[in-house]
């Protein structure tokens, strides 16, 4: 019977987790999958996420099934971080799934349902988007968001994209952190956007990664809530991998803003029904952790504050990457004001390709950059062998 398969290609992007590992060359960089790394390259645990995992160690009193929705205490604490007090939590159906993976594909199931319509996807995106919608059945219409020799956001190009689209049509937005560019939408950009998905009656799906990674807890989210202030409906796919460092735990939601709390109801109802028949129930561990720390004041400030520095330190590294690679290729100084763990640099697939066989730097075959992969130490060491390309 497995005759009839054909072997698939390995995820290109994970498949350098292993290239990695496999390479023995000292000095080797790694700039490919998006994890945080320290300046020691570690991936830290936080603090906060190691005295709440005690707390549970010590108090946790069952294992028993939690349920398809996950957590409901985790979700809104978690909605609250991302919206504060934006929309009534009763128009909200809120899921919490398997990382953000799982809320996108929760997210894309559910669009299927409502009727098979297109989704609108700016490129470059997450390499990852275009495979789960089209698992989901999903239909998918693509523009250019970015042009990557100018390092520049094509904002026309969402606006037409949204003016050409179909009433019922799906629009995907980062919320903060774009990746893999790190272009970055204004305030104005985001009404303008909240305005279109209005007059075109399109629903926008968020995919909220990086909540602090950018300019801050609250600046990362401020054109998300600006677009939830004014879009009768939305859904928000939000991971938790980064922002609580939880990565391998697979801990995420997914939200569906509504215009009422009966239309909230029916969303979370095949939101939960999609999740039984996919996985039954997401795990729990994760979201105990995150819920644990949003509620506790204490832990809440402590992990906001490590999170601040893990943002601190991307920061710099963008400053002096700006500076180095501007030599070589002038539009390079927007590294300095894009935003979150990456950027991408405008290299030939060859010369990616050189880097890694030459030198031991790894990154995507796009060119993207994973710049908290970086330490300051190697930075003039890395820009070197960029410009020397
Ligand atoms: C990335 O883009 O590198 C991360 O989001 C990890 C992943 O799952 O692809």
Redesign the pocket.
């Known amino acids: 019977m497995f005759d009839a398969l054909a072997r698939q290609p390995d995820?290109p992007?994970?498949a350098l987790i292993g290239l990695f590992r496999a390479d023995e060359r000292p000095g080797k960089v790694d700039l490919?999958?998006?994890?945080y790394r320290d300046e020691t390259g570690r991936t830290p645990i936080f603090r906060a996420v190691k005295a709440a995992e005690k707390r549970l160690l010590e108090t946790q009193e069952t294992k028993a099934y939690v349920g398809p929705e996950g957590d409901l205490a985790f979700l809104d604490h978690l909605w609250k971080l991302v919206a504060g007090d934006t929309v009534e939590r009763s128009r909200v159906a809120g899921v919490q799934t398997p990382?953000?993976?799982g809320a996108l594909r929760l997210a894309a199931d559910l669009l299927a349902r409502i009727g098979g319509r297109g989704i609108w996807l700016g490129l470059p995106s997450?390499?990852?988007h275009p495979p789960i919608f089209k698992a989901a059945g999903l239909t998918i219409a693509t523009y250019d968001f970015f042009d990557i020799p100018s390092q520049s956001v094509i904002f026309d190009n969402v606006v037409s994209a949204l003016e050409g689209a179909a009433p019922g049509d799906a629009v995907l937005l980062h919320a903060s952190c774009h990746?893999?560019t790190g272009g970055v939408l204004s305030v104005a950009q985001w009404l303008e956007i909240a305005t279109l998905v209005n007059q075109r009656g399109l629903l926008p799906l968020v995919d909220l990664?990086y909540q602090g990674f950018g300019r801050g807890l609250e600046q990362d989210v401020a054109g998300l809530r600006h677009l939830l202030g004014v879009v009768p409906e939305a859904l928000v796919a939000v991971?938790c991998?980064?922002s609580f460092g939880l990565?391998r735990e697979r801990t995420g939601a997914i939200f569906g803003v509504t215009a009422s709390p009966a239309s909230a109801d029916t969303v979370r109802s095949n939101l939960a029904g999609i999740a039984r028949t996919s996985y039954s129930m997401p795990p729990d561990h994760g979201a105990a952790v995150v819920r644990t720390i949003l509620a506790d004041p204490e832990l809440q400030r402590d992990w906001a504050e490590e999170l601040e520095a893990m943002r601190l330190r991307m920061t710099g590294i963008r400053q002096a990457l700006a500076e180095g690679l501007r030599g070589r290729w002038q539009s390079l100084g927007a590294v300095a004001e894009q935003e979150g763990?990456?950027s991408i640099l405008p290299l030939t697939e060859a010369e990616v390709m050189r880097l890694r066989t030459e030198h031991a730097i790894y990154m995507?075959a796009s060119g993207?950059i994973?710049i908290a992969g970086l330490k300051t130490a190697e930075v003039a060491d890395v820009i070197a062998k960029f410009t020397s390309l």
């Open positions: 995820d992007l994970l490919g999958v998006g994890v990382g953000g993976s997450w390499p990852n990746n893999p990664a991971s991998s980064k990565y763990m990456f995507p993207r994973n």
